[in-house]
């Protein structure tokens, strides 16, 4: 990763089509080498997750340009690169594994290397499903979380109260507040350029297996309801 590291510092220094361009072989040796780590985080987990099995590199990354089109930050390319591996790839609206390079540029980035696994920003329908499993099932999904001890449960936009349509003061009220579903862990540097750094990867996601097959469940309900 110390390439991908490498290219990203220089990219938010030089973030504009001219430098790009001149840099543009530069950039495709880059991609190459996250594709190549792509893959192997792809059949790496779909050996404790066979619900991710065949897919492709590019059912799981994401174009480095920016769609500025309706954003007030003009910059013209994404200062980190990711890969969301998830049932049915990035666009499927499942729950999947998501492993995030974002160097610190010195002005804080906005989230650094992690790892996340879960739901983000799921549809009404989708949103909806999972509270509902959370209620019925909330034992269950609180051990979910508590089994992938290395990541901590994110918190950010959850609601001030208990959503419409369910009772308040049910022990699993702080789960129905969340307005996405995710466990996160921060990744230093030094973590990201270890030799193991794919082993190491995988070790912690496996452990979010079951977090993800019970949001998946979910999913899998809300899609068969809008059928």
Request: proline fraction near 5%.
């Amino acid at each position: 990763m110390k390439e991908v590291i490498a290219f990203l510092r220089e990219l938010h220094d030089n973030n504009n089509r001219e430098w790009f361009d001149a840099h543009r072989a530069e950039w495709k040796r880059v991609k190459t080498r996250f594709a190549g780590f792509t893959e192997q985080l792809i059949d790496g987990i779909s050996s404790f997750d066979p619900s991710v099995r065949g897919l492709r590199v590019q059912d799981c990354t994401y174009r480095i340009a920016r769609d500025t089109r309706f954003s007030p930050d003009k910059r013209p390319y994404k200062e980190h690169i990711g890969a969301y591996i998830a049932p049915g790839g990035k666009k499927s609206g499942y729950a999947g594994y998501y492993f995030h390079v974002e160097p610190d540029t010195g002005e804080g980035s906005t989230y650094g290397h992690m790892l996340a696994v879960g739901l983000y920003c799921p549809e009404p329908v989708v949103l909806r499903s999972v509270r509902d499993e959370i209620f019925d099932n909330g034992a269950e999904v609180e051990r979910t979380i508590r089994q992938a001890d290395a990541f901590t449960l994110c918190r950010d936009n959850a609601l001030r109260r208990t959503p419409r349509g369910f009772p308040s003061g049910s022990p699993y009220d702080e789960l129905l507040r969340l307005k996405e579903f995710l466990l996160e862990r921060r990744m230093t540097e030094r973590e990201l350029l270890d030799g193991r750094l794919l082993e190491f990867t995988l070790e912690r996601m496996r452990q979010t297996q079951p977090f993800v097959a019970l949001l998946n469940r979910a999913v899998r309900y809300a899609f068969e309801e809008m059928r």
